[in-house]
């Protein structure tokens, strides 16, 4: 089975620096993605991580350390906008590789 | 148009009903996924299916069917709909093969059971 834990919410400062954390305990590992989701809408891809270490994307970076079942994604410049609801999800190697099974998500509080 | 489209955005039922939410999309993408979002417990994986005429079921499955007619249309029906089954669903599709399997999703279908 799959458990994935994520912060219920956290509120950070316009152009300030937010990290959210994501721990998983699973019997299998093929990568790691966070994705947005806006009030309403879809989830949408931010990052992906198979291997230890730091991916970045403009504003955004995501960090994977697989010994320790840990993740993080790290937010730079906060901007209102990045008001959000932020998904950990974890592939299940279980069935082909490609169920992802997500945590409930952390709600990010971006204020002024 | 959206690569994965859901039909309908909104619908209220009434207890008891027979619903069905459709998704078709465009990418091309042979595998597909029906997923229902709850406040505080985050997206379960209804059903999903690898192939037309392959399917297979999700963590909460009881109460749901699903139909895939073709590659690009898989729809997920409500036999007798009931309260609890109140949620925003979504629909996702990825591809088979590659280094990133990563979802693109439809834009939900939000379903109330009066």
């Known amino acids: 089975g799959q458990n994935i834990d994520q912060p219920t919410e956290m509120t950070a400062t316009e152009g300030a620096i937010v990290q959210i954390n994501c721990t998983y305990q699973?019997?299998?590992?093929?990568?790691l993605f966070w994705y947005q989701q806006h009030a309403g809408e879809a989830p949408t891809f931010l990052s992906y991580?198979?291997?230890?270490g730091l991916e970045e994307k403009g504003r955004f970076s995501s960090f994977l350390s697989r010994s320790k079942g840990y993740s993080y994604l790290l937010l730079k410049e906060l901007q209102m906008k990045d008001s959000a609801s932020y998904l950990c999800?974890?592939?299940?190697?279980?069935?082909?590789?490609?169920?992802?099974?997500f945590g409930a998500g952390t709600i990010l509080r971006v204020k002024s | 148009d959206a690569d994965v489209t859901q039909t309908p955005r909104n619908r209220i039922t009434k207890t008891g009903k027979r619903i069905m939410l459709e998704c078709s999309q465009t990418?091309?993408?042979?595998?597909m996924y029906w997923y229902r979002q709850d406040p505080g417990l985050g997206l379960r994986l209804i059903y999903y299916?690898?192939?037309?005429?392959?399917?297979n079921k999700g963590e909460i499955s009881d109460g749901y069917s699903v139909s895939r007619q073709a590659q690009a249309k898989f729809s997920l029906s409500l036999e007798s709909a009931i309260p609890n089954q109140t949620a925003l669903y979504f629909c996702?599709?990825?591809?088979?093969?590659?280094?990133?399997?990563?979802?693109?999703f439809g834009s939900g279908t939000r379903l109330t059971v009066v």
């Open positions: 996702a599709t990825s591809e088979g093969n590659g280094i990133n399997y990563g979802y693109t």
């Open positions: 699973t019997s299998g590992f093929n990568g």
């Open positions: 991580n198979v291997l230890d």
């Open positions: 999800a974890v592939r299940d190697p279980g069935t082909g590789g490609n169920k992802l099974v």
């Open positions: 990418k091309g993408h042979d595998r």
């Open positions: 299916s690898f192939d037309v005429k392959d399917i």
